[in-house]
Nanobody
Framework: QLQLVESGGGLVQPGGSLRLSCAAS????????IGWFRQAPGKEREGVSC????????YYGSSAKGRFTISTDNAQNMVYLQMNSLKPEDTAVYYC????????????????WGQGTQVTVSS
């Protein structure tokens, strides 16, 4: 059974950093595209960053470029999102999701989702 479990969210001050973790089980990262998405109250779900291990490709949304880094630990079946220089507008629930085979960073292409972890950026 494919499962994704996020952790690492919390409250951080503007300018601070957080590292989100996504523990994947029931599948290997090589066969899937893994994405981090976020959704703030009243807003649509947004693709933050996605990675294809097999293709060696990463994607960053405009809000993440230069501040966030996606990475994987294939041996541990983990996916990380390092978030630096956080801003209040980064406040959202962050989700880890998986799409089999090739995929873009469009949430509609992802069939498997974690439960989400709250990130709040506030002073």
């Amino acid at each position: 059974q494919l499962q994704l479990v996020e952790s690492g969210g919390g409250l951080v001050q503007p300018g601070g950093s957080l590292r989100l973790s996504c523990a994947a089980s029931g599948f290997t990262l090589d066969d899937y595209v893994i994405g981090w998405f976020r959704q703030a109250p009243g807003k649509e779900r947004e693709g933050v960053s996605c990675i294809s291990v097999s293709a060696g490709a990463t994607y960053y949304g405009s809000s993440a470029k230069g501040r966030f880094t996606i990475s994987t630990d294939n041996a541990q079946n983990m996916v990380y999102l390092q978030m630096n220089s956080l801003k209040p507008e980064d406040t959202a629930v962050y989700y880890c999701a998986a799409a089999w085979g090739l995929a873009t960073c469009d949430a509609d292409e992802y069939a498997y989702w974690g439960q989400g972890t709250q990130v709040t950026v506030s002073s």
